[in-house]
């Protein structure tokens, strides 16, 4: 695991998608790190020139033994704060491809009945529940846990029992090779197993209204944890999003800005109902029902001033410095190339025993059709495919046995 003990200096703009490319990299790996912005602190162009030989390179990332790096990519970053990238051995008794609370939980279920797991995870272990501020639902904390707590605590138990993870290795094809699945690395390594179980989970969706791309990390973003505290003391935040996700990000975002504003295209919100109570009465909320975004609108500085939303057939515009999206999800399953048979909204279809279209694979958490998005249900879909992998695996134990 990286440690975040000590800041990283990441020197950068609004505008460069490379600078908001690595803040969202350290931040989903639970690094911390200063931001400065060289529009607003000119002055501090001299310390990246300083450092690139007179030339304005960034992101220019300043560590804190004083070595740095410029306009690095994921592996160089992944390889400088730590990350393990390599696998140790060719085979393993599981791989998981997903190291979220669902792949996390089958691999410590295995783990403990001593298989050789391997979790291959494309950013940081813990998923969505390692960006998410804070669950007030999940059984066992009464006070409630943070994401970031819960998923490190996850991680260290699953490391405790021997798994082994690969940070910021993505997986980019899964196949039969003979007797076992071979799963093909980012890195251009691959690995194989008898079994592997696909809990990859699902990414945020974008509105597609137009400005939206553009302003990605200068006013839009899809990760309040990530982001909000970059806005302390803003007159209004937006959220795009009435679900229990967009509210849940809509109460954190209260402790940073005046006034957050959460907009929903349809007549109601669709959260719990609990989740609604909170928001409709808390004074520093309000909500725009029945209101669609149709644009968003830079200012001269090429960062986000305002939404144009039309509600009724009327248009107006939004005041607001930062617009966090919360729509919806699409499951993360493009390195699966249409193998296995699937819903259609693209999440991976399963029998009750989480078996895929394709034997020696399972499928569970957010990516599996079905699954009900919630944490509690994603570490329970993994205590239950661990199980269902564990008479997978003693059924070939069976079959070489007679053969």
Not at 51 to 57: E, F, L, P
Not at 163 to 168: M, R, T
Not at 180 to 189: A, E, I, N, P, Q
Not at 290 to 296: A, R
Request: hydrophobic content about 40%.
């Amino acid at each position: 695991m990286a440690s975040s003990e000590a800041p990283i200096t990441v020197y950068g703009a609004s505008w460069c998608p490379d600078c908001r490319r690595a803040k969202q990299f350290l931040a989903s790996h639970r690094v911390a790190y200063d931001w400065i912005d060289l529009e607003e602190h000119p002055e501090k162009t001299a310390d990246v020139e300083a450092r690139n030989d007179g030339k304005r390179i960034i992101p220019t990332i300043v560590f804190p033994d004083g070595s740095f790096l410029a306009e690095p990519s994921n592996d160089e970053l992944a390889d400088r704060i730590g990350l393990s990238r390599v696998a140790s051995e060719k085979e393993y008794d599981l791989i998981i491809v997903g190291g979220g609370p669902t792949g996390l939980t089958t691999s410590i279920y295995g783990a403990r009945e001593n298989a050789k797991v391997l979790i291959v995870e494309k950013s940081a272990p813990g998923g969505q529940a390692g960006v998410t501020e804070r669950f007030d639902n999940y059984p066992g904390f009464p006070d409630g846990v943070g994401g970031a707590e819960l998923a490190e605590r996850m991680t260290q138990q699953a490391l405790r029992y021997g798994v082994e993870i690969l940070e910021a290795v993505g997986a980019t094809r899964i196949e039969r090779d003979g007797p076992m699945m071979r799963v093909d690395l980012s890195t251009g390594d691959f690995v194989l197993a008898p079994v592997v179980l696909v809990a990859s989970g699902s990414t945020y969706r974008r509105t597609d209204a137009e400005g939206e791309a553009d302003l990605i990390g200068a006013g839009i973003h899809f990760c309040a944890t990530c982001d909000g505290p970059f806005y302390r003391g803003a007159k209004d935040l937006t959220v795009v999003g009435g679900g229990n996700s967009g509210l849940e990000e809509g109460l954190f975002l209260t402790q940073f800005a005046d006034h957050v504003t959460v907009i929903q295209a349809m007549a109601n919100l669709t959260a719990n109902k609990l989740l609604q109570e909170k928001v409709l009465n808390h004074p520093k909320m309000s909500v725009l029902l029945d209101t669609s975004v149709k644009s968003f609108n830079a200012n001269e500085s090429g960062k986000l001033e305002s939404i144009t939303v039309t509600c009724n057939g009327t248009e107006t515009k939004h005041a607001t410095v930062a617009a966090f999206i919360f729509i919806g999800l699409d499951p993360n399953t493009s390195f699966l190339e249409n193998s296995l048979d699937v819903d259609e909204r693209g999440f991976i279809l399963t029998d009750s025993n989480f078996r895929t279209s394709v034997d020696g694979i399972f499928a569970a958490g957010d990516v599996r059709s079905g699954s009900t998005k919630q944490i509690a249900s994603a570490v329970g879909e993994g205590a239950a495919v661990a199980i269902q992998i564990r008479y997978y695996l003693d059924s070939l134990d069976r079959v070489e046995v007679h053969s």
